[in-house]
T-cell receptor
Framework: GAVVSQHPSRVICKSGTSVKIECRSLDFQATTMFWYRQFPKQSLMLMATSNEGSKATYEQGVEKDKFLINHASLTLSTLTVTSAHPEDSSFYICSARDITKNTEAFFGQGTRLTVV | AQSVTQLGSHVSVSEGALVLLRCNYSSSVPPYLFWYVQYPNQGLQLLLKYTSAATLVKGINGFEAEFKKSETSFHLTKPSAHMSDAAEYFC?????????????FGTGTRLTVIP
């Protein structure tokens, strides 16, 4: 199946700093990418959807100025958590699909963010 | 609106025993249903999906699920648990056959396999 690579797998940062998470599609064109957040013992919640070359669409309650999403190419999307705080500590997962081929979405390995 | 309920946040079975993970859905229109598995510190992997063809769906690693409209259920089963099956399992519902951005996930069930 298609491969989506997410980096880093783990990151620890100090409160107030920014963290960038990368999501790459390795063997297909990711026209659309999705970012999810998973709090402990809870399910995945969609944060935003991004289409290549367009601004991301954020779900209700997600701060677009805090969670910056860039999808500048067909193989790479980044999520930047700006001015991170301990409450942003979570597991972030991306998924990607090729909308032109109507494929399912393939998930990355996830990034565990800890803000201290 | 669509939603799924997974009964039991934790399920423990002995190695070789039957695995049954429960999922009930709510949808105003015929749904597409998915089961994903998540191993520690990894992303989600699609196990199987129901897309309105056969009601009994076979997936990877010996798992299968049966869509029962009358019970609004899509329970996941495996006849004989293996140690490598220990993971978190998520049921999801979508209006879109491919799932994509329209996936609504349940809260997950952690499966523990006892040697």
């Amino acid at each position: 199946g298609a491969v989506v690579s997410q980096h880093p797998s783990r990151v620890i940062c100090k409160s107030g700093t920014s963290v960038k998470i990368e999501c790459r599609s390795l063997d297909f064109q990711a026209t659309t990418m999705f970012w999810y957040r998973q709090f402990p013992k809870q399910s995945l919640m969609l944060m935003a959807t991004s289409n290549e070359g367009s601004k991301a669409t954020y779900e209700q309650g997600v701060e677009k100025d805090k969670f910056l999403i860039n999808h500048a190419s067909l193989t790479l999307s980044t999520l930047t958590v700006t001015s991170a705080h301990p409450e942003d500590s979570s597991f972030y997962i991306c998924s990607a699909r090729d909308i032109t081929k109507n494929t399912e979405a393939f998930f990355g390995q996830g990034t565990r963010l800890t803000v201290v | 609106a669509q939603s799924v309920t997974q009964l039991g946040s934790h399920v423990s079975v002995s190695e070789g025993a039957l695995v049954l993970l429960r999922c009930n859905y709510s949808s105003s229109v015929p749904p597409y249903l998915f089961w994903y598995v998540q191993y520690p510190n990894q992303g989600l992997q699609l196990l199987l999906k129901y897309t309105s063809a056969a009601t009994l769906v076979k997936g990877i690693n010996g798992f299968e699920a049966e869509f029962k409209k009358s019970e609004t259920s899509f329970h996941l089963t495996k006849p004989s648990a293996h140690m490598s099956d220990a993971a978190e399992y998520f049921c999801a519902v979508s209006l879109i056959q491919t799932g994509a951005n329209n996936l609504f996930f349940g809260t997950g069930t952690r499966l523990t396999v006892i040697p």
